[in-house]
Each structure stands twice: as structure tokens, then as C-alpha cells.
């Protein structure tokens, strides 16, 4: 059971360059999310899915898209890097639902570095 | 949407001694409070967590409790140890969606 893995750990990428985090768990959580965490500014919501088919923006969504065809895989795409990108970015996943709420359990995260 | 804000930003107490973290939050029909504890470089991993049904809750040296009237929760440390340096975030929700706060640094004085 490897919880939920993230690749790459580190990228370096240039100002308009896109690529995408990937993001895999293997508990069969239907709830994922994706967050950043930036210097004194906690784990910020970018995206997060309730399911399969289903995804919603979060709190800072702007130059990131997301999808999810099955339960197990949520990528994150940056479409054109800029340099206030530059973060840490987290996937979790947990088992909550709309009206139940439980553990939610972090991948190794990436830090991305645009120049 | 729902707000967290979390007090002190930097914590530094003596080896031994009680440390005490504390959160605001606005959405009175959040209920559902966990904690975070990230080590350097690492993930977030929950320690502790705490419904609104309940007020108090602990697990071994480590306790929250919540005021829903006042809309404040708190983490409490006793008996600190040189690995309980971290940072320590606190979190709110109703349902599938956490708002963090900002983060505690707290840095255990040998």
C-alpha cells in the first residue's frame, strides 16, 4: 500500500513552459485535492475532485487545470509557468464527502522552481 | 467561504514545558477540526482531530479542545521533546473541503 505518491520531487522549469504534477493513490478515496504551500502562507486549495468525472476549483486556481478520468489519478497541469508559481504543491486524498469529513493523507510533494 | 487564522506564527518553549497553539475559525457550520504536524521537508501528517460534538480530546501528551460558541480550537503540547519541533497546522471543515491556517513554527529549546 503505497498511500498516495507524487512525481517528480523537484522540477525547474521556465517562464511559459507548461507541465504537468502527477498524483496516484491507491486507498480508493474519491475525494482528491491539490494544494500549495508558499513561505508563512499555509496549504492553499487549487483544485480538488469529489470523483471520477468530477473536478472544482478551489481558492487559487488561476494557471492550473485539472482532470480525472479514474478514481486513482489526479494531475495537475500548469499551462504556461510564470515565476509566482515557484511553490511546494501537495496531492492528498481521504475518504471524506460532502457531508462527512476524515483524515486527509499528503503526498511527498513536489517543489517546482520557475525561472 | 470558511477562514482560519492560527496564533503564534513562531513558538519556542524549553524542553519539558507545555507549548499551546491556538485557531479561529468563521464558519459556524464547520465541524470538523484536525491537526497537522510537518517536519522539515517533509508531508503534513495529522497528529489529532476533533468533531464538534466533542469539546475536549486527547491522545497521550498531545490534546485539543474546541469552543464552538466562541468559534476557537487549541492544540496542546505537554511535556515538549526535541522531536516535537515542527511546523503545526490546524485545519476546519464541513464536509470534503480544508481551510488551513498559516502555521505554527515551534522550535523546543534543549
Known amino acids: 500500500n503505497a498511500g498516495v505518491t507524487q512525481t517528480p520531487k523537484f522540477q525547474v522549469l521556465k517562464t511559459g513552459q507548461s507541465m504537468t504534477l502527477q498524483c496516484a493513490q491507491d486507498?480508493?478515496?474519491?475525494?482528491m485535492s491539490w494544494y500549495r504551500q508558499d513561505p508563512g502562507m499555509g496549504l492553499r486549495l487549487i483544485h480538488y475532485?469529489?470523483?471520477?468525472?468530477?473536478?472544482d476549483q478551489g481558492e487559487v486556481p488561476n494557471g492550473y487545470n485539472v482532470s480525472r478520468s479514474t478514481t486513482e489519478d489526479f494531475p495537475l497541469r500548469l499551462l504556461s509557468a510564470a515565476p509566482s508559481q515557484t511553490s511546494v504543491y501537495f496531492c492528498?486524498?481521504?475518504?471524506?464527502?460532502?457531508?462527512?469529513?476524515?483524515?486527509?493523507?499528503f503526498g511527498p510533494g513536489t517543489r517546482l522552481t520557475v525561472t | 467561504g470558511e477562514n482560519v487564522e492560527q496564533h503564534p506564527s513562531t513558538l519556542s518553549v524549553q524542553e519539558g514545558d507545555s507549548a499551546v497553539i491556538k485557531c479561529t475559525y468563521s464558519?459556524?457550520?464547520?465541524?470538523?477540526f484536525p491537526w497537522y504536524k510537518q517536519e522539515l521537508g517533509k508531508r503534513p501528517q495529522l497528529i489529532i482531530d476533533?468533531?464538534?460534538?466533542?469539546g475536549e480530546k486527547k491522545d497521550q501528551r498531545i490534546a485539543v479542545t474546541l469552543n464552538k460558541t466562541a468559534k476557537h480550537f487549541s492544540l496542546h503540547i505537554t511535556e515538549t521533546q526535541p522531536e516535537d519541533s515542527a511546523v503545526y497546522f490546524c485545519?476546519?471543515?464541513?464536509?470534503?473541503?480544508?481551510?488551513f491556517g498559516t502555521g505554527t513554527r515551534l522550535t523546543i529549546i534543549p
Open positions: 464558519d459556524s457550520a464547520s465541524n470538523y
Open positions: 486507498m480508493n478515496h474519491e475525494y
Open positions: 476533533i468533531r464538534s460534538n466533542v
Open positions: 475532485s469529489v470523483g471520477a468525472g468530477i473536478t
Open positions: 485545519a476546519a471543515s464541513w464536509g470534503d473541503k480544508l481551510t
Open positions: 492528498a486524498s481521504s475518504s471524506s464527502t460532502e457531508g462527512s469529513s476524515y483524515e486527509q493523507y
